[in-house]
């Protein structure tokens, strides 16, 4: 059971809009801790997506955004396309456990 | 260009130990967090723990899953960061990765990501 809540599976078509969420709570999102984003293509290291909430790397596509409200956390994807298949984790910092927590993974499926 | 390479993984039998390595470059090691984070077969990530920098106090912090079987270390010398695994149990096998604890961009570095990784050390407890 990971701290962090997301979806497991998510899907859209070519050119389509998918979101994806990640629920925490007082003790991490909710304590204004940031929320990063983490894509996996199969057989790979993770890779960073998306910093402090709402920042791209470079070479990261703006296709690709974070937000952040509350206890909670989404990144969107627009435009979809066929390579964005792969699995996706949200990750913050929870004071409790005094340690960094990631979501469950969402898999990304393009249809 | 900023690269974390791991080396240490390997099989072992339950019980066992196994020393993990991560050798940084292309930054300042000695003035940087460190983190390990595990991958099991068709799981998700799971963060083990993290290594301060010396600046910032040195201490190391542990996911509580690890309750002292595993140990965090730095060598500033080699700008090495080490994971000592001992009483390998078979649910420990995984990816290991190393990861850097800031990304840098243009318009400058930021703490509490984990903006680099290394390309990970599978580990495999079976007996």
């Known amino acids: 059971q990971s701290v962090l809540t997301q979806p497991p599976s998510v899907s859209g078509a070519p050119g389509q809009r998918v979101t994806i969420s990640c629920t925490g709570s007082?003790?991490?999102?909710?304590?204004?801790?940031?929320v990063h984003w983490y894509q996996q293509l199969p057989g790979t290291a993770p890779k960073l997506l998306i910093y402090?909430?709402?920042n791209r790397p470079s070479g990261v596509p703006d296709r690709f955004s974070g937000s952040k409200s509350g206890t909670s956390a989404s990144l969107a994807i627009t435009g979809l396309q066929p390579e964005d298949e792969s699995l996706f984790y949200c990750?913050?910092?929870?004071?409790?456990?005094?340690?960094?927590?990631f979501g469950g993974g969402t898999n990304l499926t393009v249809l | 260009e900023i690269q974390l390479v791991e080396s240490g993984g390997g099989f072992v039998k339950p019980g066992g130990s196994l020393r993990l390595s991560c050798k940084g470059s292309?930054?300042?090691?000695?003035?940087?967090?460190m983190s390990w984070v595990r991958q099991s077969a068709g799981k998700g990530l799971e963060w083990i723990g993290r290594?301060?920098?010396?600046?910032?106090?040195?201490?190391?912090d542990y996911a509580v899953f690890v309750q002292g079987r595993f140990i965090i270390s730095r060598d500033e010398s080699t700008n090495t960061l080490s994971l000592q695994m001992d009483s390998l149990k078979p649910e420990d096998s995984a990816v290991y990765y190393c990861?850097?604890?800031?990304?840098?961009?243009?318009?400058?570095?930021?703490?509490?990501?984990?903006?680099?990784w290394g390309q990970g050390a599978l580990v495999t407890v079976s007996s």
């Open positions: 990861t850097t604890d800031f990304y840098c961009s243009n318009e400058g570095c930021y703490a509490g990501t984990l903006g680099y």
């Open positions: 292309g930054f300042s090691f000695p003035n940087v967090w």
């Open positions: 290594s301060k920098s010396e600046t910032d106090g040195g201490t190391i």
């Open positions: 007082s003790s991490n999102i909710g304590s204004n801790y940031d």
């Open positions: 402090t909430n709402t």
């Open positions: 990750q913050s910092f929870d004071s409790v456990l005094n340690g960094v927590v």
